[in-house]
């Protein structure tokens, strides 16, 4: 009948608009990662889009409240790093999946903690519901230095078992900070 | 007579014409459907092709992807979300959070296992002494206590203990939740518990060899900071 091809036309239209945005995304990730530009890059291009500007107000955001824009967004993660002394130097994301209300990112996280140097690999799902997002980490694995050590590579794995990133990171804090303690007053012997 | 048979040619013609219509219709939003497909295929297939483009390109030759010199904007919107995407990962440390002209606004994530829950959100004032302006932190949560103790001394540490109290709160709610929703066959009645998830009272059920035993559970949770109990008492009823 009628209705049935139509039923398989929908059902198509469907699929194919999800398989885009997971395209459309994957090709945005791809091209944030591969791209790099440094901060003379960024400077240089505030001042153009600000020279730019002098001419026509296009109904764009004006350059300087761009420019305070990511100044506040860098000052903000600078403070957080400093608080937490959790410092990430690298970080990359490949969306997976994405199908209805569900996302799924492949991440790649890498830093120091103080002294301490980790790397780290994991999935993240996040599922929208009505109210909230919920997210999963799963996959999760570890890579930090000073592993020789028995307890620290024990609670590394049982962290990558469970998942418990959040754990992870809290642990590590406190555990990176004793960690200088000990060395500066190691240091002080010597 | 006459009258009543072109009364009732009358009907006949007025049915066929709605018929006519309802099949233009019909196949006109067929003649929709099939249109989009074909350009949702188009679009679908280029992409497809740009993303492999991509992927190939990052495996060793430059300049495949940025012949072109980047516009102004472009740079900046690259920066913007590079900034973004690592202020997104922050909460997945526990702590993360944004300055404020008074201040600073802090986020604190809780999860339990690989499963992130809530976030409470602590608006501090930094002068003249650092204090609590505004919070989501549930009443039952001795926060007054806290702050009075690592507040003004340090505030690392106020983080650190309160984040240990949500944690564990939201820890034990999100295991009695999943205990409801996963061993309901088993439970009578319901589950009861206290706001601060660190008391537990339930009956549950355990077959073997078609009798059924009923069992009193009492789960009390002494440590406000563990998400573990520290008692259980079950009795047969």
Same mark, same amino acid.
């Given at each position: ?65 761009? &420019? ?6 860098? $000052? @903000? =993660? %600078?403070? #957080? ?8 130097? *690298? ?38 519901? &009505? ?6 980490? $799963? @996959? =999760? %694995?570890? #890579? ?8 620290? *590579? ?37 | ?237």
């Amino acid at each position: 009948m009628d209705n049935s091809i139509c039923k398989v036309y929908e059902d198509e239209i469907q699929l194919l608009e999800e398989e885009i945005k997971l395209l459309t995304e994957k090709y945005e990730d791809g091209q944030q990662e591969s791209t790099f530009f440094s901060d003379e890059e960024i400077l240089m291009s505030i001042n153009s889009l600000q020279k730019e500007f002098q001419g026509e107000s296009k109904g764009n955001e004006h350059p300087s409240d761009l &420019k305070a824009r990511l100044e506040s967004l860098e $000052t @903000d =993660l %600078s403070f #957080l790093m400093k608080f937490t002394g959790i410092q990430f130097r *690298s970080h990359s994301k490949k969306t997976v999946e994405k199908t209805g209300n569900r996302t799924v990112q492949k991440h790649r996280l890498s830093g120091n903690c103080h002294s301490l140097s980790f790397q780290l690999e994991f999935q993240l799902l996040e599922m929208q519901n &009505k109210e909230s997002v919920s997210a999963v980490i $799963t @996959d =999760l %694995s570890i #890579l930090l230095e000073s592993g020789e050590d028995s307890d620290v *590579s024990k609670f590394v794995s049982s962290t990558e078992e469970h998942g418990n990133l959040l754990t992870f990171f809290r642990s590590l804090s406190s555990y990176a900070e004793w960690y200088e303690y000990r060395r500066c007053t190691f240091l002080h012997f010597k | 007579g006459v009258f009543a048979h072109l009364a009732l040619l009358e009907a006949r013609a007025y049915e066929a014409a709605v018929k006519q219509e309802e099949t233009e219709q019909q196949e006109e939003k067929l003649a929709r459907l099939k249109a989009r497909v074909q350009e949702l295929r188009l679009q679908r297939d280029k992409l497809r092709a740009q993303v492999e483009q991509q992927e190939k390109g990052q495996l060793g030759k430059e300049g495949a992807l940025n012949p072109a010199q980047p516009s102004a904007q472009t740079v900046l919107e690259w920066k913007m979300k590079s900034l973004k995407a690592m202020l997104q990962i922050f909460y997945l440390t526990g702590i993360s959070g944004k300055l404020t002209k008074q201040g600073v606004c802090f986020c604190i994530s809780t999860a339990y296992e690989g499963t992130y829950l809530d976030f409470y959100h602590l608006d501090l004032l930094t002068k003249p002494e650092v204090q609590i302006y505004r919070h989501s932190i549930p009443i039952f949560i001795p926060l007054q206590q806290i702050a009075k103790k690592y507040l003004q001394t340090d505030i690392r540490r106020f983080l650190s203990v309160l984040s240990d109290h949500l944690n564990a709160y939201v820890g034990r709610r999100y295991q009695a939740d999943q205990l409801q929703e996963h061993f309901s066959g088993q439970i009578e009645g319901t589950l009861q518990r206290n706001s601060l998830c660190n008391l537990l009272v339930f009956n549950y059920n355990v077959s073997s060899e078609n009798k059924t035993f009923l069992f009193k559970v009492r789960l009390l949770y002494g440590d406000p900071c563990c998400s573990l109990p520290t008692e259980a008492v079950i009795s047969s009823t």
